[in-house]
T-cell receptor, first 114, second 116 residues
Framework: AQSVTQLDSQVPVFEEAPVELRCNYS??????LFWYVQYPNQGLQLLLK??????LVKGINGFEAEFNKSQTSFHLRKPSVHISDTAEYFC????????????FGSGTRLLVRP | ETGVTQTPRHLVMGMTNKKSLKCEQH?????MYWYKQSAKKPLELMFV???????ENNSVPSRFSPECPNSSHLFLHLHTLQPEDSALYLC???????????????FGPGTRLTVL
């Protein structure tokens, strides 16, 4: 069965510091990979996705992620965070089969401090 | 109004009540989804509709009953719920259901449901 692990439930960081949010997945077949962000009292918004091609994917708000097939990881990075980046971040996987299911991790709360 | 809207934003109901959650998408999409987001747990896909036809039902209890009268509207009818059903219920839509090139899912703000 497929699964997504976000090891860090919360990541505190100071403003303008770099950040990495970790995501590992488990799947016996190829996958599509996604990062979503959820701001307080809002729904999820797509940050970026990897479908194929270059393993380094750039998204909105200055975020990027790198797909590492050998390590089954898709870590999210930003070189300099802002207070406004404080939110919950979700990694998700969709298996390349006939299922339409997005499998989500449990989320990482990014807390940016001044 | 643009994007995906959900009403009500908050709902408190007793275990014997019947209520409905509404979702509307203004994006011209053909696929719609219901998700459940519980505290400290990953999002769970509940139902998927494509062109008003249900294509996925992930072992959801029958006390949750979805309805998709057209491609713009999705309902979740609730009856005899349990306290453990308290959660944030999110609706999403996507252009289509593509197996080999998944379309982006756009989410609504959710309905915060509390079952007493």
């Amino acid at each position: 069965a497929q699964s997504v692990t976000q090891l860090d439930s919360q990541v505190p960081v100071f403003e303008e510091a770099p950040v990495e949010l970790r995501c590992n997945y488990s799947s016996s077949v190829s996958v599509y990979l996604f990062w979503y962000v959820q701001y307080p009292n809002q729904g999820l918004q797509l940050l970026l996705k990897y479908l194929s091609g270059s393993t380094l994917v750039k998204g909105i708000n200055g975020f990027e992620a790198e797909f590492n097939k050998s390590q089954t990881s898709f870590h999210l990075r930003k070189p300099s965070v802002h207070i406004s980046d404080t939110a919950e971040y979700f990694c998700a996987v969709r298996v390349m089969d006939s299922s339409y299911k997005l499998i989500f991790g449990s989320g990482t709360r990014l807390l940016v401090r001044p | 109004e643009t994007g995906v809207t959900q009403t009500p934003r908050h709902l408190v109901m007793g275990m014997t009540n019947k209520k409905s959650l509404k979702c509307e998408q203004h994006l011209g999409h053909n696929a719609m989804y219901w998700y459940k987001q519980s505290a400290k747990k990953p999002l769970e896909l509940m139902f998927v509709y494509s062109l008003e036809e249900r294509v996925e039902n992930n072992s959801v209890p029958s006390r949750f009953s979805p309805e998709c009268p057209n491609s713009s509207h999705l309902f979740l009818h609730l009856h005899t719920l349990q306290p453990e059903d308290s959660a944030l219920y999110l609706c999403a839509s996507s252009q289509d259901l593509n197996v080999w090139s998944p379309d982006t899912q756009y989410f609504g703000p959710g309905t915060r449901l509390t079952v007493l």
